[in-house]
């Protein structure tokens, strides 16, 4: 059976390996071929608070001799692939294989991830595409290093998994030449297929404070108040993370070397606003606000473990950042409506119809932004009721966002509540408030409200309309056309005023 190296605590004392890592020992010599490029002499896995890295140590020289490539099977949910993975070689685990990196040292080096979805492998991430979780491999005379996020595999802090490691040719139906977790040789041919039967298992486990907010490298307006994480969990569930948080204002321009931000040294400019707290969350003091347009933020999260009955264990957080300079959006008021219930719809957003009980309208607004953080969101409102019992109401029935012109268009019915009776006009007019509220990086901005009344008919509307000068004195009938009907409607009157009282 294969060991776990116990020198690990050693190791990281001497600054060898990471305090989180964990190295697998591979018997040596035992490769298919006896080729030193393909013999795994150990494996050793670590994770930070995003990324998971596999540092496979080798026998011979993957630089010198090239075609070798370097695949790890992960078992980390309930089924998966018992017969192959991503790349489709001779190689499976017999307790099923659910993600796949499959990596290769020529042509500069590469890699990539797969995922099992129960009937196929897909390819997630490849070096050779943008954007890309995995990152293109270390090669050394010596070893190989696969990185990637833990995302990627389906992981997040707290999970342990399975997982083998293998070596094989550049045939496309290759076997397994080495497994870490099988002290013999796989197999005595390459056509041969190889089922690992790995028990092999890592904990990723994070000490540091993690999940910042804002996130690392965000783009955030300067009306941010406060820094907040996410502490690791303790060694005795028993004890309370505590943190001391430290803070620098680098000025407009980004540091190009990592500063001392405490808990021993701290540079000038950093200054220190929490000190053994338990919240996950610090406001930012007076001292440091408002902040300022267009500067780089920089702090830290230093997390102290109590490990009773041991002694405190204090973890220096990693360096995060934001860039403060970040306009919030400006959305626009709606242009005020006032129509009538059965004006002609049919060409309102390719919807409209023409029934004269049921009316459709647009809405439409701009808003400018800064671009410097993207817009998250877009959405147009209605302030008021969309119906009630027996009531005219409205329901959006589309919205569309063309982020390139900044605009937003949504498209309005009005809606009867059950038991409503859509002959009913006693309801109008109708009156409803709508906005469109946009959220970028610096929040959520609400644009002023336009107006949207309904009523039944056009002159109603006209003499509504601050801005229609119609004189609707001589529309008898309401239609907003002074014609003959409106003369014969006037005529009728008149000739019934003259003949009631003869």
């Keep these: 059976m294969k060991k776990l190296c116990l020198t690990v605590l050693v190791l990281c004392m001497m600054g060898i390996v990471p305090a989180n890592a964990t190295v697998y020992n591979d018997a040596v010599g035992e490769a298919l071929g006896n080729w030193g490029h393909l013999d795994i002499v150990s494996v050793e896995v670590s994770n930070d608070a995003t990324h998971i890295t596999f540092i496979i140590t080798l026998g011979g020289d993957p630089i010198a001799t090239n075609w070798g490539k370097y695949l790890v099977g992960i078992d980390n949910v309930a089924g998966g692939d018992t017969a192959s993975n991503g790349w489709g070689r001779a190689i499976a685990m017999s307790a099923g294989m659910d993600y796949f990196i499959g990596s290769w040292a020529d042509s500069g080096g590469g890699a990539e991830t797969y995922s099992w979805d129960g009937d196929s492998w897909n390819r997630d991430n490849a070096t050779y595409s943008s954007p890309s979780d995995i990152e293109i491999p270390v090669i050394t005379t010596s070893s190989i290093t696969l990185k990637t996020s833990l995302a990627s595999l389906g992981l997040s802090h707290g999970d342990s998994f399975v997982f083998d490691v293998f070596t094989t040719g550049g045939g496309g139906q290759d076997t397994a030449t080495d497994a870490l977790s099988d002290p013999l040789q796989t197999a005595g041919e390459w056509s041969v297929p190889y089922s690992s039967t790995s028990s092999l298992s890592y904990t990723v486990v994070v000490d540091k404070?993690?999940?910042?907010?804002?996130?690392?490298?965000?783009?955030?307006?300067?009306?941010?108040g406060s820094l907040s994480w996410t502490n690791p969990a303790p060694t005795n569930p028993a004890d309370t993370i505590t943190c001391d948080v430290y803070f620098l204002d680098a000025g407009t321009s980004p540091l190009t070397a990592d500063p001392n931000m405490g808990p021993i040294i701290a540079d000038p400019g950093v200054i220190q606003i929490a000190n053994d707290i338990t919240d996950e969350t610090v406001a930012l003091p007076g001292s440091v606000l408002p902040l300022q347009d267009d500067h780089y933020y920089y702090w830290k999260v230093h997390a102290t473990d109590p490990n009773t009955p041991g002694n405190p264990v204090t973890a220096q957080g990693y360096l995060w950042y934001f860039f403060a300079g970040d306009a919030a959006p400006e959305p626009s008021k709606p242009l005020d409506q006032y129509m009538w219930l059965?004006?002609?719809?049919?060409?309102?957003?390719?919807?409209?119809?023409?029934?004269?009980?049921?009316?459709?309208f647009e809405v439409t607004a701009s808003y400018t932004d800064d671009g410097k953080s993207p817009i998250a969101d877009v959405n147009m409102v209605n302030l008021n009721w969309d119906w009630a019992n027996g009531q005219l109401g409205i329901a959006k029935v589309s919205q569309v966002h063309d982020p390139v012109a900044k605009t937003v268009t949504a498209v309005y019915r009005t809606i009867w509540a059950e038991g409503g009776d859509p002959d009913n006009t006693t309801v109008l007019p109708g009156y409803w408030a709508i906005r469109l509220e946009v959220t970028d990086g610096t929040g959520t901005v609400q644009g002023a409200q336009g107006i949207h009344r309904i009523f039944a008919t056009c002159g109603e509307a006209a003499e509504a309309d601050p801005a229609d000068d119609f004189d609707g004195y001589y529309d008898t009938n309401d239609d907003c056309?002074?014609?003959?009907?409106?003369?014969?409607?006037?005529?009728?009157?008149?000739?019934?005023?003259?003949?009631?009282?003869?």
């Design 342 to 360: 059965g004006q002609d719809d049919a060409a309102i957003g390719g919807i409209g119809d023409t029934n004269p009980n049921i009316r459709y």
């Design 481 to 502: 056309i002074v014609n003959l009907a409106d003369f014969a409607d006037f005529a009728a009157k008149w000739l019934y005023q003259g003949s009631k009282y003869e």
């Design 209 to 224: 404070a993690y999940a910042p907010a804002p996130a690392n490298g965000e783009i955030v307006g300067t009306n941010i």
